[in-house]
């Protein structure tokens, strides 16, 4: 001590009732004066032990206490107090301690007191911590703050209560806490999820004396993931008393799913919630389920909670939770069909149809289900009315009890389990058919994986397939036994089949067994219907840890030995239970062995392989043969393709089979000349490298169309696997000539292309004529939907002449629009241009533009549309003429009538044919013509000259066109025969109502003004008209003439009216109309003739032709002609004569037909101008020498070549008028003339 107020020790100790507290180096100095006047106490370290209080010595006083406690309110510190303690050490009798450094508390002025603590560390402190706390009493409340801090983390708590009255407390507290794992004190399992940054604010005011407290807090952290949720942002909401509790939770993870609860509580932790799980997964095995659901209530009252949830998809469960003895859960759900939990737990292998119920209850130890299902309409496979089963679960594992499964056609029993805690880990499951048929599987899975299976007399046809018919087909019994000891992989199965499908008799037999990694085929024999095979063989399975292994080829496995016999083996009949109808009829014959060293050995024979979907006469193989030797396959085969315009020899050769790349090559050869042939490889990963080429000619399958010559050029790449997509090629042709169908044009063709994905790319595409003109084109065509999907065509200028026709193209272009309904090709022609010249039909002109289009109209199910042709075609000037001499004789008449007649016969019959014409997809047309000006068409030739105008719609399709509209006239022109039989035209209409063309209507009238045959004076001058109407349709047209001359109206006197050229006016019925008409034509004809020669080279022409209809038998009922030719100009008086005549009568004919040639020479006798007789008037002397071939007929009335014969005639001809009228000196009055005056012409 070195002075009253200045005091030092070296230690301090104190003990009291165990607790021992040491000071060492205490140093006190008090300042009683001046301005730092007060004490300061300076400790280098102080420990203490303190010895805990036992529980009974923790029981309350019974202090009496009149009041609350109280801080005086005159309280004040009037000097300044400072103590430091530089370590400090606290121990626990328990064993718990801390440690502190820098402790100093001093007071700031007379009424506030401040306590720091730089370091703190021990038990429940994860860290170094520091210490700040202060006590303000200047006003009538006492007011505390303090602040705990770590390096991360940190505690704000402030405290305020009345100095009278220090049990009435309002606290503030404010809480960070970066890892709240490091403040607990005990090692947390790792089943408890990780919970990040600890935010804590919470505020509450508490009366100790009265016992009343209110307080709100929020809590906010984040919490790790925990099955089954993810992680997530959490929020907790406290507000509440003594009595009550209201709490609002929130979750919300990253995927913006959500939970939250609502609940009210009271002091006994009795209440209500509810809540909604919004938008949240979690994944449940291989899936991520849905877990959407309403908590629709959850009460809680003594110790038992009543909860009612609803899913997102109907699904109703109701559970009951009690607590007060033991855990009991018991439950209902009434499940929705379409719950997710059911049907996307099983990828889609399970659809139900209607709700189901299922029933629980836990007790803690196991859990106990019954479920019954309604209305399985898939369940892998299989069908079912309902199941119901009951389900025991411990924590051995999993026991199925009184299983049933109730199908239409039978009602299954089943029972099983799952046992993993158990002696022997396994699975069992045993199904009965109540008609005696019975399989069971076990499966151990322990140590040791192991399978044993058995069936015995299963009913296949019962088992209820949902999506299979083979339950439909089959009837029959499978019985065996399979064991397998996977772990290893040694095993054996033997099983036989006995039933019918559908119609046919169904077994096999096989037995198979596995040692390691090979398995062993050591028999198989199979008979369906007629058919019968056979196969044994072993292989090795791919193995790693076997340097030795390699595969067979294509084969993923090493092939040891294999042997396949088959004899009269169908096809079809194999393919017939796959519900594969590709082939109609297809046989097999033959055997093939494969040994390990010794290669491939063997022959099979295809023959008669004809395809349902493709008629035999586009594809069939009548026969194919595959050889095999050591590593070569070799096919062979004469195929029937597109009609027989490919048919010829196939060939395929495979070399280093077993290799790992194989040399292809193929060729085909057609036997119209065209050639096919391919070369590459093909390795172990289906990959073809190599090259297509193909020249000579081919005929296009489908049409008449020909590929004269070809040197058609592919580079390909091919993943067979991928199919056509799989295909990448680049495609070259250069001089390629095509010819269209029905003609002579050849179009050399020029193409690039590129094939990839599926998609046939033709970016360049050209043709050109001998003028250097050129239509370029490109397309694209999926190979993938079988689509065009898209073309452009585009020329400035094509030209296509053959033979008679020639036809200009300009600026034609095409494009493509594609929409959801169709693709639509169209070409606009702006001009078109049209020559046709032809000896024999005349000559044609014509120029158009128009605007064509193909429309290809998008596949949708259900739904089937052709492909159609549309257009509008304008015809701006079309005219047809032809200028020759009509040839007016009964051959070229019969002639042209047999023509037309032929010509009308071959539209009936083409338009009876089209009737019956079915195409599978024939191309709609709908085309409209027109032209563009009123009588811009016109016709002009000997037989008709008229302008027409047409508005004409195409439509139908290619198989039955119809047409719609009209052709007409406007009142110009005329019909019949330029210059001799001219009739004006009055009217002309060919109309169409959605018709073919053949059934068009015609109306056509026409009229001519002929004069009377009579010469009186009186008529002279007079004419009338005659109507010739044409009325009908195209096939079957009718002429209807009509006058109103007086005398007969009838059809025949108006043609006999017309070939006369006048009116006539007696026209009795003894009137050989034929025979008049005859000479009128035989007149016309001789006429026209010999204008045509340049003299009278013709004689009358003698003729009768059959045109009217005639009641009698006799002679008139010949048609015959007789044409003389002279020749004086050579030798005078010499005359040939040509005739033909054919007998027409009903009756007593003797012979059909019968051809003449003669001569006739008139002598130059009694031509003297002198000479005359009373009684032979212009007497005549002739020589005629004639060869005649008649065709007799016999005696049933038919022709026979035996009786025809050639008849000569030889005789002289002496001839004269005997009468001539002469009355008066008028008439026809013979005199006397000199030789160089003209002779009278006879009548």
């Not at 709700?355 to 196991?366: L, N």
């Not at 022959?603 to 590593?631: G, M, T």
Request: with cysteine; proline share 4%.
């Amino acid at each position: 001590m070195e002075n009253l107020l200045v005091h030092h020790f070296d230690s301090v100790r104190i003990s009291v009732d165990g607790t021992e507290i040491k000071v060492a180096n205490p140093d006190l100095d008090i300042t009683l004066l001046g301005s730092a006047r007060g004490a300061k106490l300076q400790v280098d370290s102080v420990i203490a032990v303190i010895q805990l209080p036992s529980d009974s010595g923790m029981q309350n006083t019974d202090d009496a206490q009149t009041g609350p406690p109280k801080l005086p309110d005159n309280l004040n510190i009037p000097v300044l107090v400072q103590l430091d303690v530089q370590n400090a050490q606290v121990m626990l009798s328990d064993g718990k301690g801390w440690q502190a450094k820098n402790i100093s508390a001093r007071n700031h002025g007379g009424k506030s007191v401040q306590l720091n603590v730089q370091e703190a560390t021990g038990d429940f402190l994860p860290s170094a911590t520091s210490i700040a706390l202060n006590a303000n009493f200047e006003t009538q409340k006492l007011k505390l703050k303090g602040k705990v801090k770590t390096k991360s983390d940190s505690l704000n708590v402030n405290i305020e209560a009345p100095k009278d009255n220090l049990t009435s407390l309002k606290t503030s507290t404010n809480m960070t806490i970066s890892n709240p794992k490091d403040w607990i004190p005990v090692e947390l399992p790792d089943i408890v999820p990780k919970i990040e940054k600890l935010k804590v604010s919470a505020d509450a005011t508490v009366d100790l004396q009265k016992k009343r407290t209110t307080y709100n807090a929020t809590i906010k952290t984040r919490v790790g993931e925990f099955w089954p949720l993810l992680p997530e942002d959490v929020s907790i909401k406290l507000a509440g008393d003594q009595n009550n509790l209201d709490i609002d939770i929130l979750l919300k993870n990253d995927e913006g799913g959500s939970i939250k609860l609502n609940g009210s509580f009271d002091k006994n932790m009795n209440g209500f919630m509810t809540g909604r799980v919004k938008q949240m997964s979690a994944e449940f095995g291989p899936q991520m389920m849905p877990m959407d659901m309403e908590i629709k209530s959850a009460e809680l009252h003594d110790k038992k909670i009543n909860v009612s949830v609803e899913t997102r998809q109907g699904s109703l469960v109701d559970g009951a939770i009690d607590l007060s003895d033991s855990l009991m859960i018991t439950f209902t759900g009434d499940i929705s069909p379409y719950e997710p939990w059911a049907l996307d737990w099983t990828q889609g292998n399970l659809t139900l149809g209607a709700r189901s119920k299922v029933y629980g209850a836990f007790d803690g130890h196991s859990l106990k289900i019954l479920a019954k299902i309604n209305s399985i309409v898939n369940a892998y496979h299989i069908a079912a009315d309902s199941l119901q089963v009951s389900l025991d679960l411990n924590l051995k594992g999993i026991d199925f009890s009184n299983g049933i499964i109730y199908s239409p056609k039978e009602t299954f029993d089943f029972n099983g389990d799952v046992k993993w805690d158990d002696p022997h880990p396994h699975t069992s499951w045993n199904v009965s058919q109540r008609n005696g048929g019975k399989a069971s599987a076990y499966v151990n899975i322990g140590d040791t994986i192991a399978l044993d299976v058995e069936a015995d007399h299963v009913v296949f046809a019962t088992i209820p397939f949902s999506d299979i018919d083979l339950d439909k087909k089959i009837n029959g019994l499978v019985t065996g036994k399979w064991s397998q000891d996977f772990d290893h992989n040694i095993g054996s199965a033997e099983v036989s089949i006995d039933g019918r499908l559908d119609a046919f008799k169904l077994g096999a037999e096989a037995a198979v067994r596995q040692n390691g990694d090979t398995i062993f085929i050591d028999k198989f024999d199979a008979t369906h219907d007629r058919n019968t095979a056979t196969a044994t063989g072993a292989f090795i399975l791919p193995n790693d840890s076997n340097p030795d292994f390699h595969t067979s080829g294509f084969l993923p496995v090493q092939l040891l030995y294999a042997n396949i016999s088959s004899h009269e083996f169908s096809i079809p009949l194999l393919l017939e239970p796959l519900n594969d109808s590709t082939l109609t009829s297809g046989m097999l014959n033959g055997d093939l062995s494969y040994k390990q060293g010794n290669k491939l050995i063997g022959n099979l024979d295809f023959y008669d392989i004809k395809f349902r979907s493709i008629p035999p006469e586009l594809f069939n193989i009548r026969k194919l043969n595959i050889f095999a030797e050591n590593d070569k396959v070799e096919l062979n085969s004469y195929l029937d393709i597109g009609g027989g315009g490919w048919t010829g020899n196939t060939q395929v050769i495979i070399n280093n089979v077993f290799n790992e790349k194989r040399h292809v090559s193929f060729s085909h050869g057609s036997d119209n000349g065209g050639t096919l042939w391919a070369e590459g490889f093909i390795d172990n990963d289906f990959i073809f490298n190599g090259t297509i080429d193909a020249n000579g000619s081919w005929f296009i399958p489908g049409t008449v169309s020909e590929i004269k010559n070809t040197d058609l050029h592919i580079d390909m790449t091919a993943e067979l696997k991928k199919g056509l997509k799989g295909i990448t090629a680049d495609l070259r042709v250069d001089s390629t000539i095509y010819e269209p169908p029905r003609t002579k044009v050849q179009f050399p063709i020029y193409m690039r292309g590129h094939l990839e994905n599926g998609l046939l790319d033709i970016n360049e595409a050209r043709t050109q004529n001998d003028s250097g003109e050129v239509i370029s084109a490109n397309l694209q065509f999926s190979l993938d939907s079988m689509k065009l999907m898209g073309i452009d065509i585009n020329s400035d200028r094509f030209t296509i002449q053959s033979g008679s026709h020639w036809l200009l193209l300009e600026n034609m272009h095409s494009h493509t629009t594609d929409n959801e309904d169709e693709l639509l090709i169209t070409a606009n022609i702006p001009q078109i241009s049209y020559k046709f010249n032809d000896e024999v039909y005349g000559q044609a002109e014509a120029k158009a533009r128009g605007d064509i289009g193909f429309s290809i109209p998008h596949g949708r199910e259900g739904l089937i549309k052709n492909n159609t042709i549309t257009g509008n075609i304008v015809i701006d000037k079309a005219v047809f003429y032809r200028n020759f001499d009509i040839d007016i004789t009964p051959s070229a008449l019969d002639k042209y009538l047999t023509m037309f007649n032929n010509f009308v016969a071959r539209l009936r019959k083409t338009g009876a044919q089209e009737e019956k014409i079915s195409v599978a997809s024939p191309i709609n047309l709908s085309l409209h013509v027109s032209d563009s000006q009123m009588d811009s068409i016109a016709v002009v030739t000997p037989f008709a000259t008229f302008p027409l105008s047409m508005d004409i719609w195409v439509l139908g399709n290619t198989v039955r066109p119809l047409l719609r509209g009209d052709i007409t006239n406007t009142n110009s022109g005329f019909i019949g025969v330029r210059e001799v039989y001219e009739f004006e035209l009055n009217n002309l209409l060919i109309s169409w109502n959605d018709v073919p063309w053949q059934n068009g209507v015609i109306d056509v009238s026409s009229s001519q003004e002929l004069p009377y045959c009579s010469e009186t004076s009186e008529k002279e001058k007079e004419t009338c008209p005659i109507n010739l109407d044409l009325q009908g349709t195209i096939t079957n047209l009718q002429a209807v003439p009509s006058s109103n001359c007086g005398g007969e109206s009838s059809a025949a006197s108006i043609y006999y009216n017309i070939l006369l050229g006048c009116i006539a006016e007696d026209n009795g019925e003894e009137t050989d109309w034929n025979k008049l008409a005859g000479k009128a034509i035989g007149k016309v004809i001789s006429s026209t003739a010999n204008k045509t020669l340049g003299g009278d080279y013709i004689g009358d022409i003698d003729m009768k032709v059959m045109l009217f209809e005639n009641n009698t038998t006799s002679d008139k009922d010949s048609s015959y002609f007789k044409v003389p030719v002279s020749l004086d100009r050579w030798v005078r008086n010499l005359s040939l004569i040509f005739g033909y005549t054919q007998d027409q009568s009903s009756e007593n004919r003797t012979y059909d037909q019968a051809l003449q040639f003669g001569v006739n020479y008139t002598l130059p006798v009694f031509q003297e101008a002198e000479y005359s007789h009373k009684n032979h008037l212009s007497p005549s002397l002739e020589l005629n020498a004639m060869l005649i071939s008649k065709q007799y007929l016999t005696n049933t009335g038919t022709e026979s070549s035996e009786t025809s014969r050639i008849e000569k005639n030889i005789d002289i001809d002496y001839t004269y008028r005997f009468w001539n009228p002469c009355l008066l000196g008028l008439g026809r009055c013979e005199t006397m003339q000199n030789k160089d005056k003209p002779k009278e012409e006879s009548k």
